[in-house]
């Protein structure tokens, strides 16, 4: 191996190049430990996956009055990265050198003394208008380059939702995959006595932020669920008569009762372009689905079985419906057409299966699974294989899928006098966390991404 | 009233208190010694730094970085460079040359010769599984034919099952050759030429199976317990397909990168960006590496190949 052989010849490199991305995707390459020029062929292979060291120091104020916001931003970066289980954020204290200007490049060798291998860097000024303007950049400490910086306006009150679409931003550049901080969740808060309890409708950031109480309490709500496209969430309520499916806007306050049947309308959920509402219907002790265009109110009856068929879940693409039923005799997850005809099944597991959710990337169903006396949440492909259990204890129940299909949450009742709170876990059942609510909660949706 | 002592008690009372005391006394000033050991240095190795042992000999000195090379020839290491090299060049000897010359000429004039020898093994077995004793009583052309030449006619079994004996006349030549041969491997050399690619007198400290010389996977191995201490893979989900990135990386003779390394591979998807990105940032955080520094010619310029499987 002398220096010699080393390629010095551009279009030998590139057919070298060819050569072997070719023969390695045949698989012949792999045993080999050396190349064609004698150069040798380490393999570093294993390693665990690690959450990558990441150095977030506040952002700089451009005013005087904006130390506040800038420190903030920061903090809620921190806080998205860390929870996500796919970064380690390095304790500001350690840092050495303070960050002035975030338009210069920041000394490298100081950031790569405490491991970081990436630094954001940002500013946030007050313009003279009253808007508030955000700008951020991502470095990599080592190869000291940046790799994303960009730059937004919004009014004040806003800067938190600003922190999560900047940790998007690094989140997506950092890992290859879309983020999910900017995001809402709408669950069922729950406070009071066990007997007495009052079960209100509630919106929160995805980090549990700006909780929002939408209903006063007075009624029993149950299953909210998010509209893929607009302002909207559909739930069911329990007014004075039978349980009813209501739609209810959240900038308006406005609700109304979806359609009007006779009997319990329940389990409603979204088409993915949200024009559409699918729902189950009772028809004397059976159940079956139906959809409702909320345009037309034209209603489709979907399924006709002398069986309980209920939570309903379209696929990302609308092609699809993914719901529960007990036809087989225990409950058990289906997968038919959208537009209704033959079913097939897809659990074949010990237990029942219940809840079915699809993810927004289309790959997964996840459910929750009953059976030897627990409740577990877990995920399947499309076609019923290569089922996961992500948790499992004594009650666990409601699965939503993060917008990017890469974090459910859920809700758990641990049993005895407590009440039930949110968790997410991460697809590969990694990372299980507690979401922080005010209260009790339960029946989490996460909504799609807003921007 | 008196009291009556024995005196023996007395005598062995007194006698222990002095024995005791004496004993006390005389124990306590001294101190025991130990003489003082030469020390003896000791290097726990584990099995993995065995492994990376270069190759030379026990006797070797440290210092050398190569192993004992006599000669110029494919590698082949010696386990003990004591006595002297035997080369086991074809040893000649005076008689040797003699049937060399015949056994030219023979060839030709023989090759009529054995295809009569070979006619006979094939026509004997039969005879002999046929009828067992009777050789003279068939009045066979063959058995005639047989009886012509009567060299051989009663062979023992074992005789007639071997065929190539025939080229007896001949086989007295070869069977020299073997002999000779034979001669010669029993004439073990006290030990044979360390081969390798360049000469060098010195034999460098290790073992003759030592497989640091011409093996990446030793120091390949340090470079990669070093690398995958800085390396952050990143997660590619559940079904990430497996791929691998390679670099071009250039050291310098203290492990400090020359340049900054190259990515062979392109990314096709997002993830794969990332992942060749965690190990370029790997490759640069880790360095300076700590390399055999004999084999900096094999890790002056190498590639490292980032593999995503989970091991």
Known sequence: ????????????????RQLLSGLASTGLLLGSTRNSFGQARVPVTGGDVAPLPIAIPNFVAGTPGDAEVGAGVSQVITNNLKRSGLFAPIDPAAFIERIVDSDKAPQFQSWKQINAQALVTGRMTRQGDGRLKAEFRLWDVNTAQQLTGQQYFTSPEYWRRIAHIISDQIYERLTGEKGYFDSRVVFIDETGSKERRVKRLALMDQ??????????GSDLVLTPRFSPSTQEITYMEFGQGDPRVYLFNIETGQREIVGNFPGMSFSPRFSPDGQRIIMSLQQGGNSNLFVMDLRSKSTTRLTDTPAIDTSPSYSPDGARICFESDRGGKPQIYVMPATGGGA???SFGEGSYSTPVWSPRGDYIAFTKQGGGQFAIGIMKTDGSGERILTSGFHNEGPTFAPNGRVVMFFREPGGSGGPSLFTVDISGRNELRVPTPGFASDPAWSPLLS | MKVKVDKTVLASVALHVFVLGWVMVSFSTKALEMPPEDSVSVDVISPDQLAKVMAGMKTGKKENPKPLVDKIAEAKPVDEAVGKITEKAPV???????????VEEK????????????????????????????????????????KKEEKKPPPKPVQAAKPPEPPKPKVERTFDQSKIAALLDKRDPSRQAAAGETL??????????????????????M????????????????????FEVEFNIKLKRDGSLE??????????????????ESGLRAIIECSPYRLPPAFFTEWQAFIPVFDNRDQ
């Open chain 2, 92 to 102: 000649v000897t005076e008689t040797a040359p003699a049937p060399q010359p015949k």
């Open chain 2, 200 to 221: 060098n007198s010195n034999a460098a400290l290790g073992l003759a199976k030592g497989a640091a010389a011409n093996n990446s996977a030793t120091w390949g191995s």
């Open chain 1, 1 to 16: 191996m002398s220096r010699e052989h080393k390629p010095t010849d551009a279009t030998l490199r590139m057919d070298r």
């Open chain 2, 259 to 276: 340049a900054m390394p190259v990515a062979v591979s392109s990314a096709s998807s997002p993830y794969q960006r990332v992942f060749l």
């Open chain 1, 207 to 216: 980090d549990g932020a700006n909780v929002r109480y939408l209903t006063r």
């Open chain 2, 107 to 146: 060839p030709v004039e023989k090759k009529p010769d054995p295809p009569k020898v070979v006619e006979k093994p094939r026509e004997e077995p039969k005879q002999e599984s046929v009828e067992k004793k009777p050789d003279p009583v068939k009045p066979d052309p063959i058995a005639e034919a047989i």
């Open chain 2, 223 to 242: 470079f990669k317990e070093q690398v995958l201490r800085c390396w952050k893979k990143p997660y590619g989900g559940l079904e990430a397909a497996r």
């Open chain 1, 344 to 346: 097939q099944r897809i």
